[in-house]
Structure formats: C-alpha cells, structure tokens
C-alpha cells in the first residue's frame, strides 16, 4: 500500500461567541450582513479522521462511518455524509475514492445548551482540508485556513468564524477591505490585547433543546419586517466596533455586545410566528448585571446566543468582582448552579 492510500488527521476547533451576530443568510450559505466573533478557548470538538482507499468506485461520493463519543449515531452520520457529499467534488474530487472513519467528541456535555455546529463542523472542515494538504505535500498556511473556514461555512454558518485565534469576521463589509461573504478572517491583528484576556463564562439558565433551531431562525428574517433595517444596523455597528476592538474601548464594546444580543432576541420576538428563547431567569440575570455594573463601576456585560444561557463577558482583570458577584448573585439562576468557565482563545489545534 502507498504512503497516501491511508492516515489519520486529527483537529480540535473551538467555538465561538458572536459579538455582531449573524442573524439571516441567503443563496448557499451566504450571510445577510457581517458578524464578529470571540473564538472560545474550552468549548470546542475533537475530530479524528481516517482515511483509506476504498475497494469500490463510489460514484455517489466517499464512503463514511462516524460516532460520537464512541458510539454510532446514525442521525448525525446521514447529516455529515449529505454535508460530504454536497461539497467533495468541488473542493475537494479526489475524497471520492476513499473510505472516511470519522470521530468526534465535544468538550461539552450535549444538554448545556451550548451549540456545537460551529465546533463540530470547523473541526470537520480542517480535518478535510488537511487531507487534501497532506496529500499533496503542502504546509498549512493562510490559504489552508481560508478554505477550511469557506468549507466549515457551509456546513454552518458560524463555524466559518471557528478557525482563528482570539477574534474572527466574516462577511463582506465597506471598512475592511478583505473581508468576505464567503469565509472567515482572521481578526487576531487588528484587536486591543485586553479582548485576548476576556472571559466567557457561560451561565446554564436551561439546558433544554431549542424550541426553534438557528436554521429555522435564519429562515424567518425572509419575512421579518425589521430586517433591511437590522441588516444596516449590523454594518453600522461593526463600522462603530473596529475603533473599538482597536482601541481596548471596554465601556463602548460593552454596549454593542449588549444591543446586539437584544436585537436578536427582538428579532425572534417579532418574526412571524413570533417566538421566545429568553427564560425568565435569563431577563432576571440580564437586570442583576446591569445592576452591578451600574453599582460598582466593574466591567461586564452580557451576551446571548439563540437560546437562553448568558455568556457573562468581563477582561481579566476583573476576574475577582465578577467571580464573587456570580458566585454570589448568579449562580442560583443557572440549572443546578451550572457555569462553564471559558475565555478568549487561541484558535484551532491540530491533535495526534
Ligand atoms: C445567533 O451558524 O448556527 O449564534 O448557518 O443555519 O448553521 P446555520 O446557523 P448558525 O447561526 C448562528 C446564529 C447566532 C449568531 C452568530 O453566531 O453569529
């Protein structure tokens, strides 16, 4: 057997919290405004992928296997078998002769709530991208990371966003010149240190299954009556964010953190049909830290996904008042008193 007929690559990719959100998508994959995120640093999947060459022609595309946590997961399986299928032959035709073993762990449990597409198919996508590298005897370089985020887009919006250290942006807008709908850049260069140093604990208000998946959620902005003036907003609030994250202006980025989770929360609120993902210890938690901040001058605010968990966001050098204020004021809101400590991150990891 040659050298290429077979191997093993193996990435973990973190997942990450969006300060300007994505919120409505059209065409393949392509996002109706801009977004920015915090890459996480805990958070993240392990993926392994073996490689072989298989015995038979498969015109459909590669053969695939996958388990999670060690165990055949057959609902999964088929999701990433179509999300191979749909994209081997135009990134990467030569996976149609091989047999792929895939397996994945999340350093999250399942039911925390935290969503796991961005993590998983970020880690999908540079396990895939590391094939084709490695086959073809190249390093990893810029353009690896650029076509592993385009892949990872695809399978998830957000995961485009997976691939970078500290910060990443993805979609096209008028004050960054390399910006892309189509991939993810890396923000690591043009952001303060003290956003290197920030905190993400991510506060368990419930751990129950969405009610409404993002995907669903996107779908409806089609018909939200708000979202040509969202789409604005959001390309202004980057505009206002870029000084910001340059500077270290922590009272600012506060505030667009803020509004911006509020906005997508409001979004969902007025889609048609309209619908709640805040619980009520989400709006008692948001009210206590406003409290706070407004108490005793500390720098912190919050951030929400598409769901109810807060992600309590502060530099390190707040890190002893905000602990004792969770510890104190917060935690009794979160499902058993459930915090999972995370902070800014150095981005993807190849593994053996
Ligand atoms: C609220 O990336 O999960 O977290 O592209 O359909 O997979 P799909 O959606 P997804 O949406 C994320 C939405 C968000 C905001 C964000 O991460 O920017």
Not at 104 to 110: A, D
Not at 114 to 123: P, Q
Not at 295 to 322: M, W
């Amino acid at each position: 057997m040659e050298a290429s007929d077979e191997g093993v690559v193996s990435w973990k990719a973190p997942s990450n919290l969006a300060i300007i959100k994505y919120w409505g998508k059209h065409g393949r994959q392509l996002p109706a405004n801009p977004s920015i995120s915090l890459t996480l640093s805990e958070a993240h999947t392990h993926t392994r992928l073996r490689y072989s060459k298989a015995n038979q022609y498969q015109p459909a595309g590669p053969e695939i296997h996958f388990r999670f946590e060690g165990q055949a997961k057959p609902a999964f399986e088929e999701k990433i078998r179509k999300f191979i299928h749909g994209i081997f032959s135009e990134y990467y035709p030569f996976l149609k002769d091989y047999r792929l073993d895939i397996e994945s762990e999340n350093s999250f449990p399942h039911s925390s709530g935290i969503a796991s597409s961005a993590s998983s198919m970020a880690a999908l996508a540079l396990c895939l991208t590391d094939i084709e590298y490695t086959l073809q005897g190249k390093a990893c370089n810029s353009a690896f990371y650029r076509k592993a985020s385009e892949v990872a887009r695809l399978g998830s919006g957000s995961a485009a966003r997976s691939l970078y250290p500290y910060m990443a942006e993805w979609g096209a807008h008028r004050d960054i010149s390399d910006a892309s709908d189509l991939y993810a850049i890396d923000f690591s260069d043009r952001i303060h240190d003290i956003f290197k140093s920030y905190h993400d604990d991510i506060l368990i208000i419930s751990g129950r299954e969405k009610s409404v998946s993002s995907t669903a959620g996107h779908a409806l902005m089609h018909n939200n009556v708000y979202a040509p003036a969202r789409y604005q907003q959001a390309n202004d609030r980057l505009s206002a964010l870029l000084p910001v994250l340059k500077s270290g202006d922590v009272e600012t980025f506060q505030k667009i953190a803020e509004d911006e989770a509020m906005t997508l929360h409001a979004l969902m609120m007025c889609s048609e049909p309209s619908y709640i993902l805040m619980e009520p210890g989400t709006i008692e938690v948001i009210r206590k830290i406003r409290q706070f901040r407004q108490d005793t001058g500390t720098q912190v605010c919050f951030s929400l996904d598409a769901g109810p968990n807060i992600h309590l966001l502060y530099p390190d050098s707040e890190k002893e008042k905000v602990g004792n204020f969770v510890q104190v004021a917060l935690i009794p809101h979160c499902v058993n008193g459930k915090v999972i400590r995370d902070m800014a991150g150095t981005g993807p990891a190849k593994s053996i």
